[in-house]
């Protein structure tokens, strides 16, 4: 048996084709409902910060891509400048750079989990599954970074001092009323995570027979 016989596994036998099709059109259906979900995510908040306070009366907000941020960015910018953040531009360069390639390359690998049926299927799919964790982490981390590493220099920075701000739920900085919350491309990409958890409960339940019976023969 070739290498990529190994990788690939074992071909569905014609006599399970029929009424048995179903249990190995599981797999495929999940994987590839979780590759269309990733990729409509992209167009799509994955994070939302609402902030409030008395010289902004209607509130701001800042809507997080994943590789860029609009709303109310030009007025939290004049701000940061007073209380010694950083500005936008200087976060989380490098993931923003790369992120839109990447959740398409996640996307192209759970297509070619597709081919697969053996556990190396897990190599293409574990990407995907961990993506928004993964996503929820970096944030945290920058949000952490940003809040911890004021410029002394600013008039309001030593007023404010450093915090961070939860990735999620409310929090007060000075004197902002702030609430982040998961964005829609953030839920798609969790949805995506949990069908690709899904898929491999029934690839393994579909493909694991199969090779247990070619390694007898």
Same mark, same amino acid.
Do not use: C
């Given at each position: 048996?070739?290498?990529?016989?190994?990788?690939?596994?074992?071909?569905?036998?014609?006599?399970?084709?029929?009424?048995?099709?179903?249990?190995?059109?599981?797999?495929?259906?999940?994987?590839?409902?979780?590759?269309?979900?990733?990729?409509?995510?992209?167009?799509?908040?994955?994070?939302?910060?609402?902030?409030?306070?008395?010289?902004?009366?209607?509130?701001?907000?800042?809507?997080?891509?994943?590789?860029?941020?609009?709303?109310?960015?030009?007025?939290?910018?004049?701000?940061?400048?007073?209380?010694?953040?950083?500005?936008?531009?200087?976060?989380?360069?490098?993931?923003?750079?790369?992120?839109?390639?990447?959740?398409?390359?996640?996307?192209?690998?759970?297509?070619?989990?597709?081919?697969?049926?053996?556990?190396?299927? $897990?190599? *293409?799919?574990? +990407? /995907? @599954?961990?993506?928004? #964790? =993964?996503?929820?982490?970096?944030?945290?981390?920058? !949000? &952490?970074?940003?809040?911890?590493?004021?410029?002394?220099?600013?008039?309001?920075?030593?007023?404010?001092?450093?915090?961070?701000?939860?990735?999620?739920?409310?929090?007060?900085?000075?004197?902002?009323?702030? $609430?982040? *919350?998961?964005? +829609? /491309? @953030?839920?798609?990409? #969790? =949805?995506?995570?949990?069908?690709?958890?899904?898929? !491999? &409960?029934?690839?393994?339940?579909?493909?694991?027979?199969?090779?247990?019976?070619?390694?007898?023969?």
């Amino acid at each position: 048996m070739s290498i990529v016989d190994r990788i690939l596994g074992p071909r569905i036998p014609k006599e399970e084709r029929g009424e048995d099709a179903r249990k190995y059109q599981l797999p495929t259906w999940m994987f590839t409902g979780a590759a269309l979900l990733l990729m409509v995510s992209l167009l799509l908040p994955y994070w939302v910060l609402y902030l409030k306070a008395p010289q902004f009366p209607n509130g701001l907000q800042v809507r997080a891509y994943v590789n860029r941020l609009e709303g109310d960015v030009g007025e939290l910018e004049g701000l940061n400048h007073y209380v010694g953040l950083k500005s936008f531009d200087d976060g989380a360069v490098f993931e923003r750079s790369v992120a839109v390639i990447s959740v398409i390359v996640l996307a192209g690998l759970l297509v070619a989990a597709l081919l697969v049926r053996t556990r190396w299927v $897990l190599l *293409l799919v574990l +990407p /995907g @599954l961990l993506f928004p #964790f =993964i996503f929820i982490g970096d944030l945290q981390f920058w !949000l &952490w970074k940003y809040g911890n590493q004021l410029d002394p220099r600013a008039p309001l920075a030593a007023a404010v001092g450093e915090f961070t701000p939860p990735v999620f739920g409310p929090a007060k900085i000075a004197q902002f009323d702030t $609430l982040a *919350l998961p964005g +829609p /491309g @953030l839920v798609l990409a #969790f =949805i995506a995570s949990a069908m690709i958890a899904v898929g !491999l &409960w029934y690839h393994r339940k579909a493909y694991k027979p199969l090779i247990e019976k070619s390694a007898a023969k």
